[in-house]
Nanobody, 125 residues
Framework: VQLQASGGGSVQAGDSLRLSCLVA????????VGWFRQAPGKEREHVAT????????YYADSVKGRFTISRDNAKNTVYLQMNSLKPEDTAVYYC???????????????????WGQGTQVTVSS
């Protein structure tokens, strides 16, 4: 399976962006898809995860209430709607997928086998 992330950009604090992750070569319903981000000099951190079959979602505390992960199984695409963006949200955002995860692994980047190329999000104050 191949993942293609898109939708990043440079915005002002308080603005919104929507990231997309196209999952190609597989059926989205079979996968758990996560969004992770990595800022310069920092470790990759979990942002949000969705189980595509059920739509159940899981969020990092830092983005709860501001970000929404969703999926369109017909389009094999997962979205990350980011509202009320803050400068500390600046990072490269990656989508990742795996078909063999249990819930306790959903926030662990090391658990995901397939990764997209990343898309830069820059939020200025």
């Amino acid at each position: 399976v191949q993942l293609q992330a898109s939708g990043g950009g440079s915005v002002q604090a308080g603005d919104s962006l929507r990231l997309s992750c196209l999952v190609a070569g597989g059926t989205l319903r079979s996968y758990v898809v996560g969004w992770f981000r990595q800022a310069p000099g920092k470790e990759r951190e979990h942002v949000a995860t969705i189980r595509a079959s059920s739509g159940h979602t899981y969020y990092a505390d830092s983005v709860k209430g501001r970000f929404t992960i969703s999926r369109d199984n017909a389009k094999n695409t997962v979205y990350l709607q980011m509202n009320s963006l803050k400068p500390e949200d600046t990072a490269v955002y990656y989508c990742a997928a795996d078909s063999c995860l249990i819930q306790s692994e959903f926030r662990n980047a090391r658990s995901f086998d397939f990764w997209g190329q990343g898309t830069q999000v820059t939020v200025s104050s």
